[in-house]
């Protein structure tokens, strides 16, 4: 029996455990471990029946994501489950944990399901660009049936295992020991004399084919672009149409189909990105460098990004003091924290005591000296150099020693930060998305000086808060707005050049982006912006100065959505419309410019667009700015809405080919300019080499 799978037995009941450390994978050695300890409790007379239990963290995080892309190797999890549920004598599962997708199908195979109460379980699949292929489609909603079959593999959402309860998919919660509670499980069902309860045996309810239909139509809307959230429902389809066995070919043709697809290696290599990322080379290494302990954090600032971080830490249960010096700020702040949680609520997201229990764990005050016992300080106050360094040294006066002190500062200079106290290694960057409390993308920003353990107590306390932490060095816009800098130049040139602001956002939306970046200026704020470009004006070339569209919109007061009015024009909902005042606005501006507007392809704009933004990542990656390439597509994937069925920026310039990129930043750079098109020497040494971003 491979190491991975142990096989116990207690009694005329069998325990087999999976033991495959860090989340019991299903590789290789399990399946056959498993089919191996499975036969064995077959042949061995004395056991009557058989328990499959996981470990401490979890029965099954499911197949093993590093098999992929190599060749299948037996057995395959399909032959293993049919193997468990072919068994003449009772098998059960039981979950503690996650049984998460191919783990889910396993239990799914054994006759009998128990879970302890905190247990999760679904089948994610869907998010690696997949589907539930070891039977799931087909067993699951023979056993919960078609509609919430559908929202779990399409959805790819997961259960509580109370919800399990109330669907069916667990017989029997266990409060108490769940191993203990198992074997009497299995001892109650031998004693019944129960026979095996078969899920493929079941009969699917019929399903009238508008529930389908009417999936695919939120899909196509809801996952613009993507293909498995499609094959999940035309699979779920299949079970309530076939017999198991050809339900079961339906379901492994397309697996196949999308294992081998594009959009799943994307998706993959997304996952497995975000995981390392989270890890910096020191905690990589393995070097026990430690973290520091955080149980009580403060933040400087109640306004939007205040608030919104405040209510990161109060969601993890982590206590956290909201210090703002005007009194009226800090109730308007303490009011949208109230309102933002309202606003969950309604959607059933949280209960009423939940509710409390995550305010009463934000404490207001106007007093700075609250700060004193604060093991990690985050400042969000006006992105102002000055006026941070400020903060600063009040911090590092006020707070004890060895309290980290954090930035949420969007582009500003760490070091220079840190150079206002006396403790430039516990000073680093933590920059959140707006709406932090929402965005899951936080980029950590080490100074130059900044304690290795320091920066391995952010990205701990950022996957703890649920988010996607990223370790970047300090440049301007770090590594995020950096590159968005580049796209945002280009777009704003072929409005001058010729384009118009719908023609270049529908480019970008058609490539799979939640909008373009005309549409994201009216919704985060022409004013924002305009703030932001009057900021960082020293550092723009002259002809990004001279290239002022932004300004003039900002003139007429036209601040985007919230004014009704901005690159589009919005009705009372908020739906936008081309406003032809801009197309005049902006034809002007060329004329005044001496610019002889021309029609620009979708061609050019989707290379301007992409292309400047994967040569800045080249340069951040030879500037030492981040470490891997994958960090750089978690930025973008978490932070900037890079459709994961392309992988982000890095990735998906390996699929079209670097030579591809390449030749095009030459074609601009000879209309354009060295300035902006210069390929990075590191891209172009790739491509001389023949290498890519991704071995
Ligand atoms: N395979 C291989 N490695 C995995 C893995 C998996 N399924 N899941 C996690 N890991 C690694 C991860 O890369 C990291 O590695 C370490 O485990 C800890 O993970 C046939 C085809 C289970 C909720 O989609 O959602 O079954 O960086 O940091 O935050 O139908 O991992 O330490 O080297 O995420 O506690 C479907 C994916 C697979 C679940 C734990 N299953 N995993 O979260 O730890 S396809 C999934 C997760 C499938 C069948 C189909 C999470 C977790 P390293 P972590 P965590």
């Known amino acids: 029996m491979a190491e991975s799978v142990s096989f116990d037995a207690r009694g005329e009941i069998a325990l087999i455990k999976i033991e495959n450390p860090p989340v019991n994978a299903l590789s290789q050695a399990v399946r056959s471990g498993l089919a191996a300890a499975i036969c ?21 995080a499911g197949a093993d994501i590093r098999e992929f892309g190599e060749p299948p190797r037996q057995p395959l999890l399909l032959d293993v489950i049919d193997v468990i549920e072919r068994s003449s004598k009772p098998v059960i599962a039981a979950i503690q944990g996650t049984a998460l997708g191919g783990g889910l199908e396993v239990a799914l195979g054994c006759h009998f399901r128990i879970a302890s109460p905190d247990a999760v379980m679904g089948l994610p699949e ?30 790819g959402t997961v259960v509580s295992a109370q919800r399990a309860l109330v669907l069916g998919l667990v017989d029997e919660l266990a409060p108490g020991g769940l191993e203990a509670h198992a074997l009497d499980f299995a001892r109650g069902i031998v004693a019944s004399g129960k026979p095996v309860r078969r899920v493929s045996m079941l009969d699917c309810e019929p399903s009238d084919q508008s529930v389908f239909e009417a999936y695919v139509e939120t899909v196509e809307r809801k996952r ?110 303490m009011a949208l924290v109230r309102k933002n949680y309202a606003r969950t609520m309604a959607r059933g997201g949280l209960s009423q005591a939940e509710m409390d229990k995550r305010v009463a764990l934000i404490r207001p005050s106007v007093s700075n000296d609250q700060l004193a016992q604060a093991d990690l300080v985050i400042e969000a106050v006006f992105e102002e150099l000055e006026v941070k360094q400020k903060v600063f040294r009040m911090l590092d006066q006020i707070c004890k020693p060895g309290a980290i002190l954090a930035s949420n500062t969007s582009y500003l200079n760490i070091d220079l930060i840190a150079d206002a106290t006396a403790r430039p290694e516990y000073v680093l960057g933590m920059h959140f998305f707006s709406p932090a409390n929402v965005m899951p993308l936080l980029e950590n920003v080490r100074g130059a000086r900044t304690l290795p353990q320091v920066c391995a107590t952010a990205m701990k306390i950022g996957k703890l808060i ?59 704020g022409v004013d924002v912006g305009w703030l932001n470009r009057q900021s960082r004006l020293a550092n723009l070339t ?95 994937l978490k932070g900037y809405g890079f459709p994961a069925f392309l992988g982000g920026p890095l990735f998906y310039a390996d699929q079209i080919g670097l030579p591809v990129v390449y030749e095009a930043l030459l074609k601009y750079q000879v209309v354009h300019g060295d300035q902006y098109w210069k390929p990075a020497a590191l891209l172009e040494n790739m491509v001389r080499s023949g290498k890519r971003f991704y071995t």
């Open 40 to 60: 064995r409790g077959e042949q061995d007379t004395r056991i009557k029946a058989m328990v499959l239990i996981g470990g401490e963290r979890g029965f099954s």
């Open 126 to 155: 869907v998010k690696l660009g997949l589907l539930p292929g070891a039977g799931g489609t087909q067993r699951l909603p023979r056993l919960i049936g078609v509609s919430a079959a559908l929202e779990m593999i399409v959805e």
């Open 224 to 333: 613009r672009g993507y293909i498995a959230p499609l094959r999940c429902i035309a699979a779920v389809r299949a079970a309530t149409e076939l017999p198991f066995k050809k339900g079961l070919e339906r379901e492994r043709a397309m697996f196949l189909e999308l294992a081998a697809s594009p959009q799943s290696k994307a998706q993959r290599h997304a996952f497995l990105s975000e995981r390392a990322a989270a890890k910096i080379p020191d905690m990589r290494a393995k070097t026990a460098i430690g973290t520091l302990p955080i149980d009580l954090v403060g933040v400087v600032g109640a306004g939007t990004m205040g608030t919104g971080i405040a209510m990161c830490f109060a969601n993890a249960g982590v206590p956290v003091m909201l210090v703002e010096a005007n009194a009226d700020n800090l109730e308007r702040g």
């Open 466 to 524: 649920g988010k996607t932490p990223v370790m970047v060095r300090v440049c301007d816009g770090f590594v995020g707005n950096r590159m968005l800098a580049k796209r945002t130049r280009e777009s704003y040139f072929m409005l001058e050049e010729g384009a118009t602001p719908q023609q270049i956002d529908k480019v970008l939306y058609d490539f799979g982006f939640p909008m373009g970046p005309f549409a994201m200026s009216d919704l985060a």
């Open 542 to 636: 002259s002809r990004e100065r001279a290239c002022d569209i932004l300004d003039q919109i900002h003139a007429l007061g036209r601040f985007g959505q919230k004014t009704g009015a901005g690159f589009y024009r919005y009705d009372a909902d908020r739906h936008r419309s081309v406003d032809p005042e801009i197309e005049a606005l902006i034809v002007n501006h060329s004329k005044k410019r001496n610019i002889e507007r021309r029609q620009i392809s979708d061609v050019e704009i989707l290379e301007r667009c992409l292309y400047p933004m994967i040569n800045e990542g080249a340069k951040l990656l030879e500037e030492g700015i981040v470490d891997r390439p994958g960090d750089i597509d978690v930025v973008w």
